[in-house]
């Protein structure tokens, strides 16, 4: 199935896109899309411990299962005000 | 509890945003809070700030925000205002207030709303540097 | 740091008074309190409370203040307006105004004014009763 | 030696008077001004545990020594804001 992954900030950079389209096997989890885009982006790799994940307008950790056409964001610590 | 939330790419208008508020006579304490752009980031001067929101997930995020700070305190009021795209150095990019009966909690009640917002709002900021 | 007193019978003017901010491109948060006087005090309506102040030992006790907030925290100015006399019900009677770099100390200083001012500054409340 | 007292507040009608002036021994210590008032204002001795109590525009403990002239304020807990 398919989702999108939507880069912010400087992620957009990193990944050369600020979004992309990815297939993945039905019952994916977050964790699993992230290997196959650390494999692909591997700028993106290094910044795996300060990234925050969220789907649609919500965050969610790794074990979250993807659903399909869900809107995946990716982006570094935020710094409203 | 009033709840209103801005997110723009205006000049933001403290003194329209002040004129907008309509409390009670049983709010008697309102805390505002004014954060504006300064001339130096990381020890360089800049000329301005450019801040990038995702901006539906900043909108849901900021209404949690609230409906936590409501939980946790008795508000009459939230009302955030954010500036996103290029804010010049010395303009606002951030206007909170809330207003409450008592100080003690309108003055939670906004700090906590701003350190909520930095960690968990997803706008980003993007100095611009001043030509040397 | 700059200071403002203002003890006065006319009404406070909010805009005005922010409008007389003068802040540098290094104060980044400024925090303001406005205090109302609210409908009910002490379970009972009441439809204004009148001020008294010792005005001398008021002016000079803020000012005590004021200096130990400027020794605890880096602050750019601290301004502080308030009414005396009778002010009614929805009126503010008190505004406080701190600027610094921070939030934080921005926060604690005005917090910090407040709560000094309740403990130390000579202004005492005499509510004035709702006819029944 | 001469002192004047001020009284604030709700004490200007538990001493019947907004201030008065006051007679006292040179050395004399705030607390013996404090006995003779209190002995002539009964109402007001009752508020002593929540007093405060100036000489000028500075707070001072019962313990301060009088000076010719000194502007003694007596008052309640303050409560501005």
Chains 1, 4 share one sequence.
Do not use: N
């Amino acid at each position: 199935m398919r989702v999108r992954v939507h880069f912010y900030s400087y992620f957009k950079e990193l990944a050369g896109a600020t979004e992309i389209s990815e297939h993945v096997p039905p019952g994916s989890t977050l964790e699993s899309l992230l290997e196959v885009l650390f494999a692909r982006f591997p700028k993106l790799a290094a910044m795996r411990k300060s990234m925050l994940i969220a789907v649609g307008v919500e965050y969610q950790g790794a074990e979250y299962i993807l659903q399909e056409g869900d809107e995946v964001s990716m982006f570094p610590p935020v710094q409203g005000g | 509890m009033r709840t209103e939330l801005t997110i723009t790419v205006e000049k933001l208008d403290e003194e329209a945003l002040s004129r907008g508020r309509a409390i009670s006579g049983e709010a008697g304490a309102v805390v505002c809070f004014l954060g504006t752009v300064r001339g130096i980031e990381d020890a360089r001067l800049i000329s301005a700030i450019e801040y990038e929101a995702f901006e539906k997930m900043a909108r849901h995020q900021f209404h949690l925000i609230f409906d936590q700070a409501s939980k946790r305190w008795p508000l009459e009021s939230i009302r955030l205002a954010h500036r996103v795209g290029r804010v010049p150095v010395g303009e606002a990019s951030i206007w909170v207030e809330v207003a409450a009966s008592h100080r003690q909690e309108a003055f939670a009640a906004c700090e906590f709303t701003i350190s909520e917002m930095k960690r968990l709002v997803p706008i980003w900021k993007h100095p611009i540097f001043s030509a040397a």
